[in-house]
């Protein structure tokens, strides 16, 4: 099954030996832990910008051009990682993981407010048009002239 963050995303923001001690020696990257820590962050994403962005699209598993967004790829990754570490126990976590996180946390919490804009695809309704959930609506002026 084909998954969104791809083995060599995880070069730039860990180690092997580290990222093989919080999975498996072996098999790291298939770990239920790791594909835990995965879906559960992309699920934080998703409940964060979904209202806004069509997250179908934004979650799409790697292909050749890679057409992922590179900031959601790194900020899912940055959630992941610190799930895994919060599975060690809190004192083990590294405060630059736990800054990570937070600032992430930050950011999806800006856009999905509104707060920021971001580079992704936007929900749009049947005719194509952005979708919204601002609405605006009125009556018909009462004219009182006979």
């Not at 051009?65 to 126990?89: E, K, W």
């Amino acid at each position: 099954m084909a998954r969104f963050i791809a083995q060599t995303d995880y070069d730039m923001q860990v180690k092997q030996e580290i990222i093989k001690l919080l999975t498996s020696p072996t098999d790291w990257f298939n770990s239920a832990k790791l594909v835990r820590a995965e879906n559960t962050a992309i699920s934080q994403i998703r409940n964060r910008i979904g209202r806004r962005y069509d997250c179908d699209q934004v979650f799409v598993e790697p292909a050749d051009p890679d057409t992922r967004d590179p900031f959601i790829v790194t900020i899912t990754i940055d959630i992941a990682l610190y799930h895994l570490y919060s599975q060690t126990g809190s004192r083990d976590l590294p405060e630059h993981r736990s800054n990570r996180y937070q600032d992430a946390i930050d950011w999806l919490k800006d856009v999905g407010n509104g707060e920021t804009d971001a580079d992704l695809p936007v929900i749009t309704n049947d005719d194509g048009e952005d979708y919204s959930d601002v609405r605006i609506w009125g009556r018909e002026p009462i004219d009182h002239k006979y």
